[in-house]
């Protein structure tokens, strides 16, 4: 399965984006998926995630209440919205796959992994 991901750009502090995350090739019956993010020079930090059915999902505390991650199975995908932005959300997002269903935050829980959208947002 190849996860493809897109809808980062340049945005100015206090907009909003929608990152979708496409899944395509050969899929699974049932599976969690997530977005993680990276800065040159940290390590990848866990933004959100959501299981098969969208009933559970997670998120990174410092991100609550202005990102909202949902999925559409029938489209195999999967999308992060983003609102409120600001300079410190500037980072590659990357969507991730885990067949376990288990909505971790940890990037070893994830078995496929996309390759990231660049975010930038000025100030």
């Known amino acids: 399965v190849q996860l493809v991901a897109s809808g980062g750009g340049l945005v100015q502090a206090g907009g909003s984006l929608r990152l979708p995350c496409v899944a395509v090739g050969r899929m699974f019956s049932t599976y969690a998926m997530g977005w993680f993010r990276q800065v040159p020079g940290k390590e990848r930090e866990f933004v959100a995630a959501i299981s098969w059915s969208g009933g559970r999902t997670s998120y990174a505390d410092s991100l609550k209440g202005r990102f909202t991650i949902s999925r559409d199975n029938g489209n195999n995908t999967m999308y992060l919205q983003m609102n409120s932005l600001k300079p410190e959300d500037t980072a590659v997002y990357s969507c991730?796959?885990?067949?376990?269903?288990?909505?971790?935050?940890?990037?070893?829980?994830?078995?496929?992994w996309g390759q990231g959208t660049q975010v930038t947002v000025s100030s």
């Open positions: 991730a796959l885990d067949l376990r269903d288990l909505v971790a935050h940890t990037t070893g829980a994830y078995d496929y």
